[in-house]
């Protein structure tokens, strides 16, 4: 499957963007998704996953609250509402798929689990 992941951009403390990532394929309401982070010279961070099965969400502890991902099966979409965003979320977001099948959720953090991924859409948030 192929991802594009859009919706980055600059924004100030306290604001909110939306990003979105559009999924080809006919099959993508199976598919668990996930959003990772990273910064240079750090590894990539997960954020939230949504599971195909039933589209339950789980979020790092650090986004809870703050972060909302959801899914649009009929647009082959996912989303990240990102609220109150703060200047350490600054980062290169990028949408994830696992194609092979259904999450083992003790897995569902480790960013070698999805084995498809989008080029990445860059988030600043200034103070």
């Known amino acids: 499957v192929q991802l594009q992941a859009s919706g980055g951009g600059l924004v100030q403390a306290g604001g909110s963007l939306r990003l979105s990532c559009a999924a080809s394929g006919s099959t993508f309401s199976k598919y668990d998704m996930a959003w990772f982070l990273q910064v240079p010279g750090k590894e990539r961070e997960y954020v939230a996953n949504i599971r195909g099965r039933d589209s339950r969400t789980y979020y790092d502890d650090s986004v809870k609250g703050r972060f909302t991902m959801s899914r649009d099966n009929a647009k082959n979409t996912v989303y990240l509402q990102m609220n109150n965003l703060k200047p350490e979320d600054t980062a290169v977001y990028y949408c994830?798929?696992?194609?092979?099948?259904?999450?083992?959720?003790?897995?569902?953090?480790?960013?070698?689990?999805?084995?498809?991924w989008g080029q990445g859409t860059q988030v600043t948030v200034s103070s």
């Open positions: 994830a798929a696992n194609t092979r099948g259904s999450t083992i959720t003790s897995t569902m953090r480790n960013p070698t689990v999805y084995n498809s």
